[in-house]
């Protein structure tokens, strides 16, 4: 089972819908940006399983990897400011009463 | 008697009694496969549904080491490694400040999800179903038995195919860390 491509990328799959699924229906943010960070390790998971398993790809998939985690690491803290930059004008850090562009 | 011996004899152990428990043939590398899948997906979906969103974060750093066990196993032990730097080290307690500074006590949330939890939740079985169905019946072709990627291949190639994309993305950290500073700064006068 751990070693056939097919497995990891349908375990990367599962990761991916459970974090769309998040982004979709959670309320709060910060929420939404932590299912934000679940579908990009899903992509990443997926990556690095091409990557194990392909002869041609195998450096250069961890390579990938570790660059789209510092992208991540990057998205995460602007994102958060922008959250918290909200959150210290209307006081809420619920999406559905961020409705002044609206109004 | 069999946990006890599986607990004494570590991950030769738990084989030694799986094996004579009646599964034959069962290999150290799928155990930890699936022990570390089980516990991705059950906290990742923890993370999507608990009221309490510390509980959330918390549940998101089990799900993200558990991902770093599943790189182990894959055979990218550098990947892992990062992986517990960046995502477990630093961007798992970036999110708890976050939460902490903007959790509301007076209030809290009655409603956790939006009004489209339904459809959304049809979207992302959806969306799973097909990638599981689409991955199992797609022929990939030139796939081998698993390789194990060795450090220093991963830094020569870091150094010398992506070495644009490396300083690159060097820049763009910066950009982000001043950024970040700059949008969450407490502003005396004006709006930040």
């Known amino acids: 089972m751990s070693n056939s491509l097919d497995s990891y990328l349908v375990l990367s799959g599962l990761l991916f819908a459970i974090g769309s699924f998040g982004f979709l229906a959670r309320r709060n943010a910060i929420s939404m940006l932590m299912s934000i960070e679940l579908m990009l390790n899903a992509v990443n998971l997926a990556i690095v399983a091409f990557g194990s398993f392909i002869e041609p790809l195998k450096a250069n998939a961890s390579v990938i990897a570790i660059i789209v985690m510092a992208v991540a690491a990057g998205e995460a803290t602007v994102g958060l400011a922008i959250v918290i930059a909200i959150y210290r004008n209307r006081r809420t850090p619920l999406v559905d009463e961020y409705d002044a562009m609206r109004q | ?192």
């Open chain 2, 1 to 192: 008697m069999a946990i006890g011996l599986a607990i004494a004899g570590g991950p030769p152990g738990l084989i030694l009694v799986l094996n004579i428990l009646g599964f034959p043939g069962v290999r150290w590398d799928d155990v930890a496969f699936v022990l570390f899948a089980e516990i991705m997906l059950v906290s990742g979906l923890l993370v999507v549904t608990m009221r309490d969103i510390i509980r959330c974060g918390l549940a998101m750093i089990v799900c993200f080491g558990a991902l770093a066990g599943i790189y182990v196993v894959v055979g990218a032990p550098l990947v892992a490694g990062a992986q517990v730097l960046v995502y477990i080290g630093a961007i798992s307690v970036l999110i708890l400040f976050a939460i902490m500074l903007t959790q509301d006590k007076a209030a809290p949330a009655r409603l956790v999800f939006q009004t489209q939890a339904v459809p959304a939740a049809i979207a992302a079985i959806v969306l799973a179903f097909v990638i599981t169905l689409t991955v199992t019946a797609t022929d990939w072709g030139a796939v081998g038995t698993r390789i194990r990627n060795a450090t220093d291949d991963v830094a020569r190639a870091l150094f010398s195919t992506y070495v644009l994309p490396f300083e690159v993305v060097g820049v763009l950290l910066l950009a982000a860390v001043i950024g970040g500073v700059f949008l969450a700064r407490h502003d005396e006068g004006g709006p930040p």
